[in-house]
Each structure stands twice: as structure tokens, then as C-alpha cells.
């Protein structure tokens, strides 16, 4: 069993505006392991930002955890009120990375120096020092000439090469948790493929533990160890990330993945989900998702769910999984997800390997005969 | 092909356009050449700074050109038009941004937001008339007639984005040019919002230009797509040829770099990355050749040779 490094325990946010409070979490438990990379998803509103800016102190004015604890490294991180208290935390043990790169970026000093002052503050190092280990950064997060652009601006920089550098800034202090928020999502596919691997490698090599937070589930397939999916300020599942895409067991999740692009039929329409996510304002009876869950029953409208395991790493928090609850079967077009896209990316690629293709062909055409 | 016998809404031949003069000309879009038919949806698909965006603003009219000619309907509409022929074409080809906050004015109405375009183009007899018509269009997108008497900032991004398309349709446009229209939004309001532009395209015979950067979303609403780099295009084929016979090494690095959201395939996915410097152009020059019909591909004649005989192979390999 791995180490748990922060844990969260029934956690609730709530936000005063204008005089009336807005639940922004709801009694949320988490365990994050050490090393692994756990990605959050969810829809905009859904908490997910929220949630983690609670491990660093930088919740808005005027938002509060009124409820729960959370623990990292012996350290009760829900007891911290001042900023002072949060120094030795924030950016030294656990960092974020945020979606948009040009406004984390000062836009008046030199990339060089927004990276060597880090150093300098948490590190104690001399100016020299840290312009050579800021280059070196520099260089294993991928810039190329990366001394010669030291003294360049954010300005004179493309957006994935900006979002690098933040990632520099991030990993100059050597952090335990990386948070990603969305750190991909204003960037070209081409580059946030590549922004991805990147992650992926400096964990490897940095050994920290990651927390990537992003609303579309295809970003998370090929680099999550374990996924929680939140919705209306709760985690609604959470398994492994072989689980949650083979064997999904909230009618959420089911949504989610079925109104993926890449499921779409040609000629037919995308599947969307019904309806708004519920206000948070108001209190939630029952389960928040069943007025727009084509499988609800009765019993969701009128009382909340537990968290039924399913696995010893996979939950979900819905009445389906009650003993006495009548079976469903996840949706068609998310059965069988593998083999599906096994055969449409075989299609993809037939020029690449075409003899290995060509045998795969005749097989089905013969299969279909 | 079913294509030839459609009729070209739009066309564009040997289109180029320029930012700056003498030293500091940068020619942004070079040597663009497609045409668009009537009721299809043409893709053009391409990295930030492609010029994706500045051919559709070309087309609208807001971007200058410096050399060829854009068609719309017979006519050729990138030079000076006379006022009548300019208010036509300003109505039949509309806009639909990116970013619904920025692009809807925060101290308008919904109401007023909708009908500007008619006040504009005098195209209603009377208030009751207009007002039927924004009502109805309102209702059409999804929204209430009750929320004409709001104001931007009091939407979600995929209702504005609602809002962005009912100002487009109620002109009643033959061509909308869809400039990354969901890129902004999650992926359970994309679904919504590109559900509706194919409604709309089935009842009234819409054509789209849909400019994007993610091929797996165009892929779904796409008749007909068009890679685009560095303000040139490098290839252009029907959708399904496009996905199974990408020939041009960028478009199978574009197509490697899609998320499959499937974790077995997507921990062993390779990502290509697409090195410009991998062709020889130093004496054979590349040209815009067509290697099977519809299928276009920017190359020089070694390459066009080599293609030829991938798509040959291929052929052979299915039969």
C-alpha cells in the first residue's frame, strides 16, 4: 500500500456573496497517494479548482472551509489562517500551475529572473548560482537555447513555450505536490500533447506527486493513475484510471465519457447531457445529479447517496449500487471502449504499418462473411 | 464523386495575404486555394498562427488582401463593392466567435444584441415583426424569451455562445464562418452547441467554414477539411480520407497529437512531431497537387511520387 501524502477529510467550502452562502464543496474526502499522478475532473463550476486551492490557503476573500480537515504531512493544513502561516507551504511544498500562462507570468521582467528569484527566496542561493540552476531548468523543461533566452520577456514567447516556463517556476523549489490546474486547456493539441509528456517525465524524475485538474476526461487517459470526477461540489466517483474508463459505475461519468468527440457517430448527433448542473445556493436533496439522470429513481430525489465501494480503489456515490437497486448497464456507446478505439486508430494508422493492417482487414472482412 | 456535381458557394484561388509593407511585410497566407460548396462544412484545421483566423476574417471582409480572389456566389467580393452588393454580402456571410464573453457588448440586451444586424439591415416591417423574430430565433437556440431583457454577464459561456449563434441565424446567412466556436466551452456544453449548428445546417442548407485546431472535433461536424500551416495549406480531402489516409507527415502529427480517451491506447501512443526541415525543397519546388480525386497535397514531385504509391498500396491492400 503506498503512502498517503495529504489527506482530506469531509471537507466543505462555502463562499458569503451578496449575503447568501454558496456551497462550493460538500463533504469531501480524498487520499492522495505519494507519486501518483490523481487527475480531478469535472465540469466549470463543478469545484474542482476550488478544492485544491484549499491546499495552498488562496481561497478568495470570502470564501471559508466551514467543515472538515486537511492533513499533509502531519501539518493540519485547514487550521492555517494567515499568510505567514502558509510560507513554508505554498510554492515550497506544493505548487500550482495555472491554465492561462501569460497572466502567471510577469509581463515586465525577463523569463531568466521570474525564474532565479524563486530560487533565490526558497533556495538562500547567490545570484549566480541560481541563473545556472534557472538555466538548467530552463533546459530540461524543454527551451531550447536556453541560455540565450534568459533575458527574453514572456511577450517574446509562444504560449506552450510560456507554459513551460511556469512549470520551471513551479519545480524551482523542488515541490511534493504539483497542482495542474487545467494547464493545458488554452493551448494547441500539438502542444499540449507535449506538455503532457512533459509532466509526465519530470515526475518520473523529480518524484513528486501531481494533482491535474481538467475537464475533459480524453487529457487525463494516458497520464492519470486515479481519477475522482466531481460534480456540484462533490466527488461523485473515484477509481483507478482503468476503472473509471472500462467499468464506470455513476450515471455522471457515464455522460461525461459519452459526450467525448472522439465517440461521436458520423451523420448522428453528439450525446449531451440534459439540463444545468443544480445551484449552489440552495441545499441539495437527494442526489445533485438526478434531475438530469436518465436512470434516477425514485429514492434519488429524496435522499443523498453514500459512497458505495465497487473495488478496493474504486467508489462511486450513487443508489445504483445499492443491493436492492435494479440493475443498468452503462450506456452502448460506451461499452466494449477499448476495442472500439483499438479499431478506429488501426483504421488511422493503416498507412504507417499497412502489411500489419492488411492482415488485420482481410480478418474482418472474413469475420463478416 | 458526389462532390462535383455541387455547386460552389465559395472559392478561393491563389489567396494571399500580407501584414506590413517592404521590410516589414509578413505575409501571413499564401497561395490558399479551395473551393466551399453549398450546404457542405469545410474544416480548416491548423495550430495557433496558421492563419486559420485570418482567412476567415479575409472572407468577412475585415482582413485586406494583397493578391487573389475570394468568390462568394459568382461574385468577387475582395475588392471594392458597390454599396448595395456590400450590404449584401455583409448580410448572407456571418461570424461566430471563439470567446462568447468578449465578443457580446457587456451593456447590451440580449434583445438588442440579436437584432442589430436587423436594425441595421432594415430587416423587419414592423416592432412586432422584429420582436417575432428574435423570439422565435431565441427559442430556436435553446433560450427564453425571457431572458431578451438580460444582459451578457448574466449567462454561462454555453448560453452566450447560444446567444453568439442567434445573431448569426437571424440574418439569415448562407455562409457562417464558426471560428473555434467551442473552444472556449466544457466538453458536455460542446456536445450542445455543435448539435445545434448541425440542426440549423439540416433545416435552412447552411454551409459552415469551421476553423479549429483540434481535429477530433471537426471530425464529427466536418464534410471536407483542410490542414492548414504557416499560412499555407498542406492538405485538403474529404473527412473519412483525411482520418484513414492522412498522407502529409504534419496532418498524422496533428492526428497523433488528438487525445484518445482510452487509457490502454493512450499509454502507448507514440506523439509524432512534424520537423518542417524533413523536406527537400532546395531544388524540386512543392505545389498544391491533387495525389487522388479530392484528396490535395502540398509536395514536390519526388514526394508526389511517393504518396501516389502509398495510397496505391493501400488501394491494393483493402481489395
Known sequence: ????????????????????????????????????????????????????????????????????????????????????????????????IFQDPMTSLDPI???????????????????????????????????????????????????????????????????????????????????????????????????????????????????????????????????????????????????????????????????????????LYKDIEGDAFAPRNPFAMKVDFEAEPPMFQVSPTHFAKTWLLDPRAPRVEKPALIQNLHERFEQTLVKDNQLDQDVKVEENLEDEEHDRK | MTVNKKDVLLSLRDLEISFGEGKNKFVAVQDVNFDIYRGETFSLVGESGSGKTTIGRAILGINPTSNGTITFNGTQINKKLSHHQEQDVSRKIQMIFQDPSASLNERATIDYIISEGLYNFNLFDSEEDRLQKVTQI????????????????????????????????????????????????????????????????????????????????????????????????????????????????????????????????AREKKLLVYDPKMHDYSVDKPSFVEVKPGHFIYANAPEEEHYRQLLDEQAQGVN
Open chain 1, 1 to 96: 500500500m503506498t503512502e498517503n501524502i495529504l489527506t482530506v477529510k469531509d471537507l466543505s467550502v462555502g463562499f458569503q456573496v451578496r449575503g447568501k452562502e454558496l456551497k462550493a464543496i460538500r463533504n469531501v474526502s480524498l487520499e492522495l497517494h505519494d507519486q501518483e499522478i490523481f487527475a480531478i475532473v469535472g465540469e466549470s463550476g463543478s469545484g474542482k479548482s476550488v478544492l485544491t486551492k484549499t491546499f495552498t490557503g488562496m481561497l478568495e476573500q470570502n470564501g471559508s472551509i466551514t467543515h472538515g480537515t486537511i492533513d499533509y504531512k502531519g501539518k493540519r493544513l485547514s487550521d492555517l489562517k494567515k499568510d505567514k502561516q502558509w510560507e513554508g507551504i505554498r510554492g515550497k511544498e506544493i505548487a500550482t
Open chain 1, 109 to 279: 521582467k525577463t523569463i531568466g529572473s521570474q525564474i532565479a528569484e524563486v530560487i533565490i527566496k526558497h533556495q538562500g542561493k547567490s545570484k549566480a548560482e541560481a541563473k545556472k540552476l534557472a538555466i538548467e531548468l530552463m533546459d530540461r523543461t524543454g527551451i531550447p537555447n536556453a541560455a540565450d533566452r534568459y533575458d527574453e520577456y514572456p511577450f517574446e514567447y509562444s504560449g506552450g513555450m510560456r507554459q513551460r516556463i511556469v512549470i520551471a517556476i513551479a519545480l524551482a523549489c523542488h515541490p511534493n505536490i504539483l497542482i495542474c490546474d487545467e494547464p493545458t486547456t488554452a493551448l494547441d493539441v500539438t502542444i499540449q500533447a507535449q506538455i503532457l509528456e512533459l509532466i509526465k517525465e519530470l515526475q518520473r524524475e523529480y518524484k513528486f506527486t501531481t494533482i491535474f485538474i481538467t475537464h475533459d476526461l480524453g487529457v487525463v487517459a494516458s497520464i492519470a493513475d486515479r481519477i475522482a470526477v466531481m460534480y456540484s461540489g462533490e466527488i461523485i466517483e473515484v477509481g483507478t484510471c482503468d476503472e473509471i474508463f472500462y467499468n464506470p459505475r455513476h450515471p455522471y461519468t457515464w455522460s461525461l465519457l459519452s459526450s467525448l468527440p472522439q465517440l461521436a457517430q458520423k451523420g448522428g448527433d453528439l450525446y449531451s447531457i440534459p439540463g444545468t448542473p443544480p445551484s
Open chain 2, 138 to 265: 431565441i427559442e430556436e437556440v435553446g433560450l427564453l424569451p425571457e431572458h431578451l431583457y438580460r444582459y451578457p454577464h448574466e449567462f454561462s459561456g454555453g448560453q452566450r455562445q447560444r446567444i453568439g449563434i442567434a445573431r448569426a441565424l437571424i440574418m439569415q446567412p448562407e455562409l457562417v464562418v464558426a471560428d473555434e466556436p467551442i473552444s472556449a466551452l466544457d466538453v458536455s456544453i460542446r456536445a450542445q452547441v455543435l448539435n445545434l449548428l448541425k440542426k440549423f445546417q439540416r433545416e435552412s442548407n447552411l454551409t459552415y467554414l469551421f476553423i479549429a485546431h483540434d481535429l477530433s472535433v471537426v471530425h464529427f461536424i466536418s464534410d471536407r477539411i483542410a490542414v492548414i500551416r504557416n499560412g499555407r495549406i498542406l492538405e485538403l480531402a474529404e473527412t473519412e480520407e483525411l482520418f484513414n489516409n492522412p498522407l502529409h507527415p504534419y496532418t498524422q502529427a496533428l492526428l497523433s497529437a488528438v487525445p484518445i480517451p482510452d487509457p490502454k491506447l
